[in-house]
């Protein structure tokens, strides 16, 4: 007989799993550099996204510099300016907004939330954050290199990134730009199997897939699609690397270029940009998703509310999650497609609408009637809520065919996708950085800096990206170095455009202001204390602030649902998910 | 605050029968997949993973052969050995392929012996596995050799379009760089049986939970996997 030990009987295992293995760090290298601690993790990858995040917030400035003052700077020329869009784009998407959702937040708070000691695999999620670094260094060089960086435009669109003659595909920059997606890839792929499986199989006992907080659904169902979108990418860059290097024609066509007939021939760039949309849209809500559910916690948590159709909110996101995958011909309307496909990507988009409304609405019931402390995790979500139903209401627009096409290439576009994608998910970035900084550090951050940071990011936010629509409703065209004499915009949009300019220099001052008070608050702020939010959920009940190595002395048993604010007759007005006892207990996923 | 302590002994959960049952049963608490290790359900997400990037070079591929204006060169002529003075259509590609399903075969009894705890027999039957991805591995840089003095290079070829070079190189360029390192950890994985690792609970990687020998069907995981997508290589690229 074949002896095959499956365990019989009863599911319920030990609360300690025999699979944990935490490896106990020696000396200060192995405790705070080459660390397997998924707390250490978090902050290296957040230090090094919001880093390389300046060097994009700079670029930003460069770019607004040329718009608003055509030609007054000189080092400022059409390919430089290229090159600082493409650059800007693709850190602002991939190297901060992923990888501080999914790396940064993803690490600290999965395994704090869900009781485990770390992370499944400690050792691979450190080799995923040393990938990443090297992801970004890689494209650091590329401003080093000869030629500079791609400017190819973020979105990389061939023949134009693969042509020797352009500022896409000239020089090293398109070769350094792929290099470092691929790496950034294969390091993302070892930290995703790990928030995967730790959601999956490494909860603590109690904690159910309808107690996990909305922020674990959010980031794990971000994760998962990324795990299933990066791949298009991943082919995309290594066969565009092809194209360039090796000289194949894979999205290539027959392409004459300075008056000579190149080698290349029979490719197909429309097959490039179906790969990258189809990685493209979903990693929309790989960085959504992860707000929605942060941003589902910050509400009920500073509302003192339970959060409103939780079951529903779950689903919504999975929803969403799945509907994602069928819309990513909708940024390719322009590109020329069969009418019949222009309308099924254009039914799917618009019913992503649906999903996304209710969870719009839940928010605001949650708050209706709550008791809102205007912390500033709260006014952040807040923020981001009114940002994300104006950005969602401009992708209605965009959504169907007739109207994207002549909107398409745009600042209306520009407007669009920096209020949904660029300012909502940040707002919530800050607003989670506020909430959990002093679980991270022990202390609070500066309250008055923080208010000045708010203000002037979220009004100085609408004032840069509302003219933008008006910009674009009236013609004017998105990344083009300079105007010119144009008769269909007026003297007054150049007005206009030096004053997003200016107002983008004021917010990206603010966000200078958000970094030093990142750093004196390690030592100035206040003192914390363990749950300074009163919150419910386990990483705010934690034996230490912060939590030592291993998160927990005896693993937390989960009771209840983490959404129990201001339950009728209990002693607080908060219950912790590991408090035992029936009062208040309101039934698992209850709405 | 005070921590209920749980005794071990449990009173039975209500379980609804049906559907609602199984739904209750992956929410339930700890862990969604009972009995499945952490690295097995990694594996798994890997290789669903993995799965979307071969098929996206695969897609990539039957989108560039079916838009191609120039024909497309013959599979049949292109892949024939000249052997005993005629073209056997294929017989190398047949030959990798039974080899590499073989393998699957050995890969399958490695995992049952390692169940068995028979340390030997699993560590051989894992070196044969390796042997037989290595034969494989061999014969496809055979292949290449025979295609590149022929003159087909990834930016052409003396046949037809100019993707089938391009498209073939990558494809199995990919695949292969698949089963070698498949290859490798099969060793790996072999000379920690062999050395008896999973029955002592030596430190390392994989190998400290006393007397599992999981991580060989873990292994198996990963090298039917790459068998079987050999087997749409196969089809769609040979066979097409």
Redesign the interface.
């Known amino acids: 007989m074949v002896d095959i030990r499956h365990s019989t009987g009863e599911p319920i295992g030990a609360a300690e799993v025999e699979d944990v293995e935490l490896y106990h760090p020696h000396s200060w290298w192995t405790r705070y550099v080459f660390s397997q601690d998924a707390k250490i993790i978090a902050v290296q990858y957040a230090s090094t996204a919001i880093a390389i995040g300046m060097v994009a917030l700079v670029l930003s400035w460069l770019m607004r510099l040329q718009l608003g003052f055509p030609g007054a700077f000189a080092f400022i020329d059409a390919e430089r300016y290229y090159q600082f869009i493409t650059m800007h784009g693709m850190i602002m998407v991939i190297y901060l907004l992923t990888a501080l959702f999914l790396g940064g937040f993803g690490n600290y708070l999965i395994p704090l939330m869900l009781g485990a000691r770390d992370m499944v695999f400690p050792y691979a999620n450190m080799l995923s954050y040393w990938l990443y670094l090297l992801a970004v260094l890689v494209l650091v060089a590329s401003f080093f290199a000869p030629g500079g960086p791609t400017g190819a435009g973020w979105t990389l669109y061939p023949p134009q990134a693969v042509l020797s003659g352009t500022p896409g595909g000239k020089d090293w920059g398109i070769i350094l730009m792929l290099s470092s997606l691929i790496l950034f890839i294969i390091g993302f792929t070892m930290g995703g199997l790990n928030y995967v499986v730790t959601v999956l199989q490494g909860r603590t006992r109690g904690m159910t897939l309808m107690r996990m907080p909305l922020t674990v659904w959010g980031i794990f169902t971000a994760t998962v699609m990324a795990l299933l979108a990066f791949p298009a990418l991943f082919v995309a860059c290594v066969m565009m690397l092809f194209d360039r290097v090796l000289g194949t024609s894979f999205f290539m066509p027959a392409i004459v270029e300075m008056g000579e007939q190149l080698q290349h021939g029979g490719g197909s760039p429309i097959l490039f940009q179906h790969l990258f949309w189809f990685f493209g849209h979903p990693e929309v809500y790989i960085v959504a998703l992860p707000a929605f559910g942060i941003v589902s916690d910050l509400i009920s948590t500073h509302a003192r509310k339970n959060i409103f159709g939780y079951r529903m909110m779950v689903w919504a996101i999975v929803i969403i999650g799945a509907l994602s995958f069928i819309v990513w011909a909708h940024h390719m309307y322009v590109s020329g497609m069969n009418p019949y496909f222009g309308f099924f990507f254009a039914t799917t988009t618009l019913i992503i609408a649906v999903p996304t409304a209710i969870k719009v609405y839940n928010w605001v019931l949650t708050l209706w009637r709550g008791d809102i402390h205007l912390t500033l995790p709260m006014l952040f979500a807040l923020a981001f809520i009114v940002t994300f139903v104006n950005g969602g209401l401009t992708g209605l627009f965009l959504g169907n065919v007739v109207v994207d096409v002549p909107l398409s290439d745009t600042m209306f576009v520009v407007a669009h996708f920096h209020m949904v994608m660029g300012v909502a998910p940040i707002l919530v970035i800050f607003g989670a950085i506020y909430h959990w900084y002093p679980k991270i550090t022990g202390r609070m951050l500066n309250e008055v800096m923080g208010q000045i940071h708010f203000w002037v990011t979220f009004v100085g936010a609408y004032l840069i990206f509302f003219p933008m629509h008006y910009l674009g409703l009236i013609g004017m065209p998105r990344r083009y170095y300079e105007m010119g004499e144009t008769a269909f915009v007026p003297a007054s949009a150049h007005t206009l455009n030096e004053f997003i300019t200016i107002m983008a220099l004021v917010v990206g001052a603010a966000q200078l202001l958000f970094l030093f008070n990142l750093i004196w608050s390690i030592r100035h702020g206040r003192e914390a204390g363990g749950n300074p939010w009163r919150a419910t959920t386990l990483e705010w009940q934690t034996p230490e602030t912060p939590p030592r190595h291993g998160n927990w002395k005896e693993l937390p048993v989960v009771y209840r649902w983490p959404y129990d604010y201001s339950v009728p007759g209990a002693a607080e007005d908060f219950i912790p998910q590991n408090q035992p006892g029936s009062a208040g207990h309101a039934p698992e996923g209850a709405s | 605050?005070s921590?209920?302590?749980?005794s071990?002994v449990?009173e039975?959960?209500h379980r609804p029968a049906g559907l609602a049952g199984f739904a209750a049963?992956?929410?339930?608490?700890?862990?969604?997949?009972?009995?499945?290790?952490?690295?097995k359900?990694?594996m798994w997400?890997?290789l669903?993973?993995?799965t979307?990037?071969f098929?996206?070079?695969l897609i990539?591929y039957m989108?560039?052969r079916m838009?191609?204006?120039?024909p497309w060169p013959n599979p049949s002529e292109v892949f024939a050995l000249h052997i005993g003075g005629s073209d056997v259509p294929l017989i190398l590609i047949a030959i990798m392929t039974f080899v590499l399903i073989t393998s699957s075969g050995t890969m399958a009894m490695a995992v049952?012996f390692g169940?068995?705890?028979d340390r030997r027999k699993t560590a051989l039957l894992m070196v044969v596995t390796a042997l037989f991805g290595a034969t494989f591995v061999g014969m496809q840089a055979f292949e290449w050799t025979k295609l590149i003095t022929e003159g087909v290079r990834?930016?052409?070829n003396p046949w037809g379009?100019?993707?089938f070079?391009?498209?073939f190189f990558?494809i199995t360029g990919?695949h292969g760089t698949h089963v070698t390192i498949g290859v490798i950890f099969l060793l790996i994985i072999a000379r920690k049986v062999w050395r008896g690792d999973f029955d002592t609970g030596r430190r390392g990687f994989f190998t400290?939970?006393k007397g599992q020998y999981e991580i060989v069907e873990i292994t198996g995981l990963y090298w039917h996997f790459v068998d079987l997508v050999w087997v749409f290589i196969f089809a769609f690229f040979y066979l097409w």
Not at chain 2, 25 to 32: E, G, I, V
Not at chain 2, 67 to 70: D, E
């Open positions: 605050m921590v209920e302590t749980h071990p449990r039975p959960l049963d992956w929410a339930s608490d700890q862990r969604t997949f009972k009995n499945v290790s952490w690295g359900a990694m997400i890997f669903l993973s993995d979307f990037i098929g996206c070079f990539a989108s560039a838009s191609t204006a120039v049952n169940y068995r705890q990834p930016w052409g379009a100019a993707q070079g391009s498209t990558m990919f400290s939970r």
